[in-house]
Every structure is written in structure tokens, then in C-alpha cells.
């Protein structure tokens, strides 16, 4: 098919290219509270980070670069999910280790 086809399927163009459009088209109005939910967990990475966990510092750099591209475009929605899953596992690890 081509991008025109493939257009005309989206219910609104672009929507899908940030970081908040998926939310404000799933949620509506309640994208306000998760929008504040996501700020919550961004705090506790960033925490977690501050403190010197292996979740904090393996994890909030991810969390931090989609905050300043979220206005452009939405990483988790593409390859970075098999990042995080690399590096959650990597946390299990290091923890089986250090055991």
C-alpha cells in the first residue's frame, strides 16, 4: 500500500509523531492525569538515579532523553523497548550477581 492508503486509515494524521498525542487521543480528557502519573514515575527514576541504583542509572537516562524529545517525537513507541527490556534484565542480573 502506499502513505496515502496508509493515511487515510489514521482517524487524525500525525497525531501519533509526539509523545502526548497517543494520550490525548486514547484518554481525552483524562490525559491530564496521566500525564501526571508519567511525571510521577519520571520523578522516581530520577530518584532512584539521584541515589545510585542500578534501575535509577540504567533506566532514567531513557526517561530523560524522551522528555526532551517528547514535543518531537515518541521513542518508546519504536526499538527503545528492547532497550529497556536489555537493560531490566541486566538489572536482574547485576542484582543475582551481587548477591
Known amino acids: 500500500p502506499t502513505f496515502s492508503t496508509l493515511a487515510e486509515v ?3 494524521s500525525g497525531v501519533y509523531t509526539t509523545f ?3 494520550f490525548i487521543l486514547d484518554f481525552g480528557f483524562f490525559s ?3 500525564a501526571f502519573i508519567t511525571g510521577t ?3 522516581t527514576c ?3 538515579a539521584k541515589n545510585g541504583s542500578y534501575f535509577g ?3 532514567y537516562p531513557v526517561v530523560a532523553l524522551q ?3 517528547s514535543p518531537i517525537i515518541n521513542i518508546f513507541s519504536g526499538v527503545v523497548v528492547y532497550y529497556l527490556v536489555a ?3 541486566a538489572i536482574f542480573i547485576l542484582k543475582l550477581v551481587n548477591r
Open 67 to 69: 522528555i526532551i524529545v
Open 10 to 12: 489514521a482517524h487524525k
Open 32 to 34: 491530564f492525569l496521566v
Open 87 to 89: 537493560a531490566s534484565a
Open 41 to 43: 514515575l519520571s520523578a
Open 57 to 59: 542509572l540504567l533506566i
Open 20 to 22: 502526548w498525542g497517543p
Open 46 to 48: 530520577y530518584c532512584s
